[in-house]
């Protein structure tokens, strides 16, 4: 049996038997480091071998950077891992293709060096625990960032690596959510590993939609389900990439679960028109 070492979250090292781990309900997201728990994600979704090569990248990244960051005073850490992060290692946010599947894949950003806000930040968030910098998750409306608890808290775009104001995060936020949106606590309320993993994957499940990648994103939405097994949102979402994978009868239930589930759901009433166009055998709304 092949017997590999992993990085847990607090830098201590796990022994695990099997090259093979999978996302379940049950797996230890705060005990696990997030770029380890990213990776698998990735292997979930293309039901690929992508983890050891992704832990091997990782651990240059850390020998890598660790030179560049030398001071004691800890925004003189932060600004130098941004700088080498960014400028040395040179890892960019991809403005031209910012919705491909591949800035999605943990083990893809990794090769390519360029991704999203969520993949960028959670190389980022790896790095800076490696060099013991203190730094959160924040999952913010459009757009994920990172805290860096100082002094005075700094939140920084992991697309860009700058610095987002008060004024800069009104301005996302209203633009996500609607120029009446104030903004509130609940906004910048720093995320646990979990919740970073389940925006991690929705983001995956669109970026694969959108670019047609139809079992890819039928795969992340299997993973959503197994951390959040009866989440009818997620199930409705599932029936929709069943549809569009022409499976009428798994559609059919994945919508007459949601219309159970949510009968008042605007929602609701358009799965039940769309239900009239499936051949759904034996399926039957009550």
């Not at 017997?3 to 038997?17: C, E, H, K, P, T």
């Not at 990213?38 to 651990?59: F, H, K, N, T």
């Amino acid at each position: 049996m092949v017997r590999i070492v992993f990085l847990a979250a607090n830098g201590s090292v796990m022994l695990q038997g099997s090259t093979q781990m999978n996302i379940t309900h049950d797996t230890d997201f705060e005990g696990l480091d997030i770029a380890m728990l990213a990776l698998m994600v990735a292997e979930d979704v293309q039901e690929q071998p992508v983890l050891i090569d992704g832990l091997q990248r990782l651990r240059q990244l850390r020998t890598a950077i660790r030179p560049y960051v030398t001071a004691c005073d800890i925004k003189q850490r932060r600004q130098q891992l941004l700088h080498a992060f960014y400028h040395e290692l040179q890892f960019a946010g991809d403005w031209e293709h910012y919705y491909a599947a591949e800035n999605c894949l943990l083990d893809n950003v990794l090769t390519q060096r360029s991704g999203l806000p969520i993949t960028l930040g959670i190389v980022l968030m790896h790095l800076a625990n490696s060099v013991e910098i203190p730094v959160r998750g924040v999952c913010f409306p459009g757009n994920f960032l990172l805290l860096f608890p100082e002094d005075t808290p700094v939140f920084i775009d992991p697309f860009t690596g700058e610095e987002w104001d008060a004024a800069q995060r009104s301005l996302m936020l209203r633009a996500t959510l609607g120029d009446l949106t104030t903004m509130d606590s609940k906004y910048t309320k720093e995320a646990d590993q979990r919740q970073i993993l389940l925006r991690l994957l929705s983001v995956t499940k669109a970026c694969m939609l959108q670019s047609r990648r139809l079992p890819e994103a039928l795969r992340a939405s299997e993973v959503l389900l197994k951390m959040n097994p009866d989440d009818p949102y997620e199930i409705r979402d599932r029936g929709l990439v069943y549809e569009q994978l022409e499976c009428p009868q798994l559609a059919a239930n994945d919508y007459s679960y949601f219309i159970e589930q949510c009968p008042q759901d605007p929602v609701a009433a358009v799965l039940k028109v769309q239900l009239a166009f499936l051949d759904h055998g034996a399926t039957t709304l009550h």
